[in-house]
């Protein structure tokens, strides 16, 4: 039965997502570098490093070979750092980059092209830093092009009836704050399931809360 791969599975937005995409009934599957599958039953784990291209293209095989076609994927992997401009050096950019943005295009063109033959499905990619901040500089890259990824992958699939689309998150995710990740993951599964006319490409939680 299709269902929900969560790429970048940790206790945060990860597990939260996780649950809320269960909680409607569809089989999940999580890929993180440890395979866990964060506690929750039913869940199945996968062991990737989005910044091995192998690796990711591998896990995301066993995972369609368990669930089928995703109907959702959610690429929720990134590097949380803060470095000022300069203080990084090159090959520590090009690693946040990896893992930021390149991680999310070899999902991209892994899945899509046969979610696009199915003619349906969400490709859901978590964003941030709506205004780029010089105390983190890779991060600001990488949610850049995230938002810039989100857009061309719009134009390639959405035609399809692939909904592509980015959840940009403005503060720092805690539980019990407005940055809740439970609020957090109401905006994956209204993205997922918006009729193609009301379609997104993306939606912002700045701490305002979700109602569910």
Known sequence: MPGAVIIGAGP????????????????????????TTLDLDGVLGFEADVADEARLRAALDAATAELGVPDAVVYNAAVIRPDTPGEANA???????A????GALVAASH?????ARHGAG???VTGGMPEPKAAYV??????????????????EYGPSGVHVASVT?????????DFDPDDIAEHYWR?????????????LHAGEGVRR
């Open 99 to 102: 893992v930021n943005v390149v």
């Open 138 to 155: 890779s991060l600001s890259l990488g949610k850049a092009g995230v938002r810039t990824l989100v857009e061309l992958l719009d134009q």
């Open 12 to 35: 945060g937005i990860g597990r939260s997502v996780a649950r809320r995409f269960a909680r409607e009934g569809m089989p999940v599957a999580l890929l993180s570098r440890t395979g």
């Open 191 to 203: 993205l997922h399931t918006q009729p193609p006319d009301r379609w997104e490409r993306e939606a």
């Open 111 to 115: 899945v899509l092209p046969a979610m």
């Open 91 to 97: 090959r520590e950019q090009l690693d946040a980059w």
């Open 122 to 124: 969400s490709f859901l």
């Open 169 to 177: 998150v403005a503060g720092p995710v805690a539980p019990g704050t």
